[in-house]
């Protein structure tokens, strides 16, 4: 707090008149009462920090819940990447199986229509 009364006697012993010593005294008093208002209505008090506190932890919590859902996801999707690589490596086995047959297949019809043109030459005397 100010001493206004003090004020109001060093002016006025600096020859200033009482009254405006006085409306000096008042305008400090009130301007530096705005000033702490002012800062007071900016300043946290303890349970408004205490409570941001908790709703902050009530948040990390959260979160941290959040983080564990997403590593069992994750953990839920390399296993399911790891059965579609499985699946993926016995389709391409059986894939060059089938195609490992198709090509015997085509050899034994690809000889097989080679003799059968060379016997249908043979028998219409093109060939000795």
């Given at each position: 707090m100010i001493n206004t009364l003090s004020i109001v006697r060093r002016l006025?012993?600096?020859g200033i008149n009482r009254e405006q010593a006085e409306a000096f005294?008042?305008?400090v008093?009130?301007?530096?009462?705005d000033a702490v208002n002012?800062?007071?209505a900016s300043l946290a008090t303890k349970d408004f920090v205490?409570?941001?506190n908790k709703v902050l932890r009530g948040e990390i919590s959260d979160l941290r819940g959040d983080v564990s859902d997403l590593r069992g996801e994750v953990s839920d999707l390399r296993v399911e990447v790891s059965d579609l690589r499985g699946d993926m490596n016995t389709t391409a086995s059986d894939l060059r199986?089938?195609?490992s047959a198709v090509e015997?297949?085509?050899v034994y019809w690809i000889v097989g229509t080679g003799l059968a043109v060379i016997g249908?030459?043979?028998a219409a005397g093109v060939l000795p």
């Open positions: 006025s012993k600096s005294a008042d305008v008093q009130d301007t530096l009462a002012q800062q007071n205490h409570d941001e199986t089938v195609i015997t297949r085509l249908i030459l043979v």
